[in-house]
Nanobody, 124 residues
Framework: QVHVVESGGGLVQAGGSLRLSCAASGRTFSSYAMGWFRQAPGKERDFVAAISRSGGATYYADSVKGRFTISRDNAKNTVYLQMNSLKPEDTAVYYC?????????????????WGQGTQVTVSA
């Protein structure tokens, strides 16, 4: 089992940047593929980005491609989401998720472990 905790959310103006962090504890972090999802009020939880166990493969939603970057540091048991050129429509609660295995899925129900989320608000 792995426990994940997100941090780094906040309020930022459109065009600004934020870096989210997800710290993991428990079993070997490098055994887990990791994903970031987001959920705006009244909407479903949407895929944002995912990364393989080694960090060699990354995947992005079309809406964030070219603006967001997912990365991980297995020595620090942490995965990051660097968010640049933020837009008001990026406003949501951002969740980190983990699943054991090499391939990082894009479906939320494929992940086994979730954090409690961190709020990101982008003002116009």
């Amino acid at each position: 089992q792995v426990h994940v905790v997100e941090s780094g959310g906040g309020l930022v103006q459109a065009g600004g940047s934020l870096r989210l962090s997800c710290a993991a504890s428990g079993r070997t972090f490098s055994s887990y593929a990791m994903g970031w999802f987001r959920q705006a009020p009244g909407k479903e939880r949407d895929f944002v980005a995912a990364i393989s166990r080694s960090g060699g493969a990354t995947y992005y939603a079309d809406s964030v491609k070219g603006r967001f970057t997912i990365s991980r540091d297995n020595a620090k048991n942490t995965v990051y989401l660097q968010m640049n050129s933020l837009k008001p429509e990026d406003t949501a609660v951002y969740y980190c998720a983990a699943v054991e295995g090499g391939y990082p899925p894009k479906r939320a129900n494929s992940y086994d472990y979730w954090g409690q989320g961190t709020q990101v608000t982008v003002s116009a």
